[in-house]
Nanobody
């Protein structure tokens, strides 16, 4: 059974940092891409970033320069380091394994989500 278990998140002040983790089991994830997506109330899913199996990465303009995706192969874990957080970053964050490219669909494997709230 494929599982993506997320951890991290929470409440942080504007300008602060958080790191999210996504541990993958039941899947040889190192051969596939990984992505992060967020969902805010009343808004559509927003793709944030992704990493191909060769380690190359891509970022949405909204987070470029502030967020960093990385992975620790030995731990089957992918991370999202978020710096200089803004109130508009408040959302539920999800990791996912996209079957094609870096944009996951509802039919792909997803983590359970974790809440990030940026507020003073």
């Amino acid at each position: 059974e494929v599982q993506l278990v997320q951890s991290g998140g929470g409440l942080v002040q504007p300008g602060g940092s958080l790191r999210l983790s996504c541990e993958v089991s039941g899947f040889f994830y190192a051969t596939f891409a990984m992505s992060w997506v967020r969902r805010a109330p009343g808004r559509e899913d927003e793709w944030l970033c992704g990493m191909y199996n060769d380690g190359s990465t891509a970022y949405a303009d909204a987070v470029k320069g502030r967020f960093t995706i990385s992975r620790a192969s030995a731990k089957n874990t992918v991370y999202l380091q978020m710096n200089n957080l803004k109130e508009e970053d408040t959302a539920s964050y999800y990791c996912a394994i996209p079957a094609y490219g870096l944009r996951p669909t509802k039919d792909d494997y997803w983590g359970q989500g974790t809440q990030v709230t940026v507020s003073s």
